[in-house]
Each structure stands twice: as structure tokens, then as C-alpha cells.
Nanobody, 118 residues
């Protein structure tokens, strides 16, 4: 089993920045792809970003150029730097690990709320 704990969410204004962190513990492996999904009220959960064990990133079109994903394998931690935040980025952000398919991951965190006011 792998446990994922997110931190760094909060309330910010449009145009501000936030950095989310996700610490993995348990039976971790550097070969796991890790990433982030989000779910806004009344909307389906959507992919945000992922990073492979080698550090190769992948982003949803809606966040390209504004969000940056990175990982510190020595710390089993993945980060999501979010810049130029928009109200439509408001959602609960979930950390994920071990990709099964592009939309299915084996492990999920509890989520952290990000609220962007206009």
C-alpha cells in the first residue's frame, strides 16, 4: 500500500500562485508515475498533470504554461506549482500515483481544496 498526503491548498485571488505538495509513504517506488487530478463542484474529475519516474511531465491543455509539475524521488514527493491562477481552477486537487491508464491510478490522496476568487 501507498499513502499520499497533499498539502498547500488554500484561498487565493486570481493571478496569484500556489504550490501543492504530495508526500508518498508506504511501499513507494520511484518507478511510479505520480500526478494530480482535480474536481470542481458539479463537474467530473479531470486530469491536471503527471510526471514519470524519469521526470517527463504531461499536462492538461487547460493548465499548460501556467502549472509545473515536478518530483523529488529521494523524498517521494511530487509538487504542483500553479501560477496565474484563474477562478476556473477552483477545485479539490487530488494527488495520484501508479498510473494504470491515463485516467485511472492505483493510489489517491484525500484531496486539498484550492479556491481562486475573482
Amino acid at each position: 500500500q501507498v499513502q499520499l498526503v497533499e498539502s498547500g491548498g488554500g484561498l487565493v485571488q486570481a493571478g496569484d500562485s500556489l504550490r501543492l505538495s504530495c508526500a508518498a509513504s508506504g511501499r513507494t517506488s520511484i518507478t511510479y508515475t505520480m500526478g494530480w487530478f482535480r474536481q470542481a463542484p458539479g463537474k467530473e474529475r479531470e486530469f491536471v498533470a503527471a510526471v514519470s519516474w524519469s521526470g517527463s511531465p504531461d499536462y492538461a491543455d487547460s493548465v499548460k504554461g501556467r502549472f509545473t509539475i515536478s518530483r523529488d524521488s529521494a523524498k517521494n514527493t511530487v509538487y504542483l506549482q500553479m501560477n496565474s491562477l484563474k477562478p476556473e481552477d477552483t477545485a479539490v486537487y487530488y494527488c495520484v500515483a501508479q498510473r494504470l491508464t491515463p485516467t485511472r491510478y492505483q493510489y489517491w490522496g484525500q484531496g486539498t481544496q484550492v479556491t481562486v476568487s475573482s
